[in-house]
């Protein structure tokens, strides 16, 4: 396997792997990363689909991609996927798969709809109530705070292994604008890792100019389950790939010959039948290991989420393989303290008109008319919850009434007591959730207890493992996607190592996903490269105005010695580019400023 970049491999075809025929492949776990490496087997490995089996626990496929309306408790949806324009392996995937919506790809509906409807909000934060918190798009960052950022920047990873947050940053950083744009966008607490914070930056350099406004992203037409699962299901359903559900795997045996690892055996129980299948060295086997969904619990309009700390079975799969070789992973890393890795989402569907006129009023547009309604996240910053929520284009779900608006709401801080409520996010029922987000709306706290028990319906969902793979963690706590030596096994997901991406991104799951159908089958095309925002001067350069809220960098030293070295760069390449992108102030007023995307980046 190899990465690339560019147009020749981006389009080229590749040849039929040698012996492909005499392969059988068998995916764990029937989420994203499973369904796309299939995708890729079939497309680029040339292996039959009806040589491919997923196993899955659950009664439906999609994993943590999810969008449901349960039975007298209403639609769910666990949490929202942000996209961007350069998630290389996701876009190579979705071209092929076929929209169920318009006539083309996967690809070219969510192409069409973000330039037709491009995403960005109006009113990013909120306090007082439902009062727009005014930032002017500003982070705020001290001299200080600007200075720790970029250390952590230049660090190097092992610099920043197993380091927690608040154990680089200071308070000024950790209370500024940033911090409160990132943490809210990124689920990132004050203890998560260090590590993740600066792949982060690296990863999304190029996006740092949208955090205030969001207009880094773009969305699905529909929730997440309709828009992409759906779609690919269908097609793998069409190929042949066959689906078993209801079918938890409990084990996988391996055998190891020196730095040779092979997998043996899978172990499953199906309606509580124990069953497997021995595997050859042509039987591949990919697990997806860990799950950020698992022992999810769903309360109603009247019953609380319950915080389910009983066996997990995707966690004790992967200790029961870890256990088997240190090569395997380190999984109690991620799972091992629930008190830091849960957090309480919840699905409202508003009825009627009074709650979505109170919606308007913030997103500063219609939640009925189709487009972009909130552009993604607002929050409340000054909810002991911390509260943020958004509409996505409605409906959201197919199955909507005409007068529902389906909100997705979320606490970081579920053990605080609220602010209306006076109980915690997660010991309140849908209702009493739904109270407290409609006091951070500005509904007038004698109209909040009718409106919440009448004008909507809501279902929270309690998730232990959430934010798992934030960890703080070293080399090693997550396995390679192929470990050193194994001949016919893959670990896939946000759990397996790639160290190319960002954990918590559908990329990063399709990138576990096509890294490891590659290896395996030996497909001979190169796997898309990150996008290298990181690499590029122009893009850094804008980054550091922009984290500077475009005040110009002084230079050290007597004033008229610096507009000398500015009038010495000011005709060079380095002069324009440092001008252009704001970081030096400009001589002669007549340089005009492009932004690295209008510069050909």
Not at 257 to 264: I, L, P, V, Y
């Amino acid at each position: 396997m190899y990465y690339s970049s560019g147009n020749y491999e981006a389009f080229a075809r590749p040849r039929k792997p040698e012996g492909v025929e005499n392969k059988t492949a068998w995916f764990v776990g029937a989420g994203l990363t499973s369904m796309a490496s299939a995708v890729f087997m079939i497309r680029d490995g040339q292996l039959s689909g009806d040589k491919i089996t997923i196993l899955e626990r659950l009664d439906l496929p999609g994993g943590a991609l999810d969008g449901i309306k349960k039975p007298d408790k209403g639609f769910v949806i666990r949490g929202g996927r942000e996209m961007e324009d350069h998630m290389e392996c996701l876009w190579d995937l979705f071209r092929t798969i076929p929209s169920l919506e318009v006539d083309g790809s996967v690809l070219d509906e969510f192409y069409w709809l973000n330039k037709d409807d491009p995403n960005y909000s109006l009113n990013r934060v909120t306090h007082r109530q439902g009062e727009e918190f005014v930032t002017n798009n500003e982070f705020g960052l001290s001299e200080k705070a600007q200075k720790e950022l970029v250390k952590v920047f230049l660090a190097s990873r092992e610099e920043m292994e197993d380091k927690r947050i608040d154990e680089i940053f200071g308070e000024e950083f950790l209370s500024s604008n940033f911090w409160l744009y990132w943490r809210t966008m990124f689920a990132f607490e004050n203890w998560h890792s260090a590590l993740e914070l600066k792949l982060y930056l690296h990863r999304f350099v190029h996006h740092i100019g949208g955090l205030p406004d969001l207009s880094a992203l773009k969305f699905t037409k529909y929730n997440q389950y309709e828009s992409l699962v759906l779609p690919m299901y269908r097609w793998l359903l069409d190929q042949g790939v066959r689906f078993e559900f209801s079918t938890e795997v409990t084990d996988i045996d391996f055998v190891f010959d020196g730095d040779r690892k092979q997998a043996t055996r899978i172990h499953w129980t199906k309606g509580g039948v124990p069953g497997g299948v021995d595997l050859g060295p042509d039987d591949l086997v990919l697990a997806t290991i860990g799950s950020l969904t698992e022992n999810s619990d769903d309360g109603t309009h009247h019953n609380a989420a319950r915080l389910d700390e009983g066996p997990a079975p995707a966690w004790d799969l992967w200790r029961r393989i870890a256990a088997k070789h240190p090569s395997f992973g380190r999984p109690e890393v991620f799972c091992g303290d629930i008190s830091k890795t849960k957090w309480e989402s919840a699905t409202v569907t508003t009825i009627g008109p009074e709650i979505p006129r109170y919606i308007k009023k913030i997103a500063k547009r219609d939640p009925f008319s189709g487009n972009i309604v909130t552009g993604g996240i607002v929050t409340a910053k000054d909810s002991s919850w911390l509260l943020s929520w958004t509409v996505n284009r409605q409906p959201h779900f197919k199955a909507q009434a005409p007068d529902e608006i389906v909100v997705w709401v979320y606490g970081l801080f579920v053990d605080v007591p609220g602010d209306f409520t006076g109980k915690t996010m997660q010991e309140s029922t849908g209702e009493e959730i739904t109270q407290e987000w409609l006091y951070h709306l500005g509904v007038p706290v004698e109209d909040i207890p009718e409106l919440a028990a009448n004008g909507a319906k809501t279902v929270p969902v309690m998730m232990p493992y959430v934010t798992s793979f934030f960890m703080p963690r070293t080399a090693g706590d997550r396995p390679d996607v192929v470990p050193e030596g194994a001949v016919n096994f893959a670990f896939i997901g946000q759990f397996a190592e790639t160290t190319r991406d960002t954990i918590f991104t559908t990329e990063y799951s399709v990138r576990t996903a096509m890294e490891a159908a590659y290896q395996l089958l030996g497909i001979d095309r190169g796997v898309p490269e990150v996008f290298n925002s990181t690499y590029d001067l122009r893009f850094l350069l804008e980054a550091t105005a922009r984290l500077r809220d475009g005040e110009e960098v002084e230079l050290p030293g007597p004033k008229f010695v610096g507009n000398r070295i500015i009038k010495h760069l000011d005709h060079t390449q380095i002069g324009q580019l440092l001008t252009d992108f704001g970081v030096i102030p400009e001589l002669d007023g007549t340089t005009k400023r492009v932004r690295a995307d209008d510069a050909g980046a």
